[in-house]
């Protein structure tokens, strides 16, 4: 989701930086950005080890949740990459089934998804909260893949973190990532990289004419 429907991943990155630095945080920016693709306890923890032990991590918790949900919350259809829906909606003229399976928590997911319009087009969605391992274990896929009652060969998983696309690998699911250079994440292990939605929506077409 983040990333993949809206380009989130910016403003993530830079609110979560402002707080490090708040929290008193002297190091390389570049550290905070192992946070992409992690479960929210999972960020929470690498903020608190990068912190060396100093804000506790309830503190953080609580500085995050109101940094985000009060102080510069996201309003996701102006973020939401360009055509996404109309992406969405022609994957579902081609009789795919459609999942979210997102590091957010799942009444983030619900909530943006119904804010940028595309929420009824999802047969499925569900956050790395409430799987036994999160990102890059690959519970969340392999979920996703018994919930929509289709063969491993059938899916693709479509991600732009390092964690995402090992976690799509180790389900033994074909990985599309979607560019993204911004943020060093290494994208190399992915079986496909695609420059949009857009772009994946012509591979998909292109694929099933072959089958």
């Not at 009444?107 to 909260?129: A, N, W």
């Not at 391992?133 to 969340?140: G, N, R, S």
């Not at 009652?149 to 990532?177: H, M, N, P, W």
């Amino acid at each position: 989701m983040d990333g993949i429907l809206y380009d989130s991943e910016y403003f993530y990155m830079k609110g979560t930086i402002e707080q490090m630095k708040r929290h008193g945080y002297k190091g390389p920016e570049e550290k905070v950005y192992a946070i992409l693709g992690t479960s929210m306890d999972d960020t929470y923890q690498i903020m608190y080890d990068l912190l060396e032990g100093t804000v506790p991590l309830e503190t953080i918790r609580e500085t995050n949740e109101r940094y985000f949900n009060v102080e510069h919350p996201l309003h996701f259809k102006e973020i939401m990459f360009p055509g996404v829906r109309e992406e969405l909606v022609k994957m579902k003229e081609m009789g795919l089934k459609l999942a979210v399976c997102s590091s957010s928590p799942l009444p983030l997911i619900r909530s943006s998804l119904k804010e940028m319009g595309v929420d009824e087009l999802f047969d499925f969605m569900e956050s790395g909260d409430n799987v036994s391992h999160p990102k890059p274990a690959p519970d969340i896929y392999l979920l996703a893949q018994q919930e929509l009652g289709i063969d491993k060969s059938e899916c693709i998983v479509y991600e732009d973190s390092t964690l995402g696309i090992e976690a799509g690998q180790r389900a033994g699911i074909f990985t599309v990532a979607r560019e993204d250079k911004r943020f060093f994440q290494d994208q190399s292990h992915a079986d496909l990289t695609v420059k949009d939605i857009q772009s994946l929506t012509g591979w998909i077409r292109k694929e099933n004419s072959h089958a």
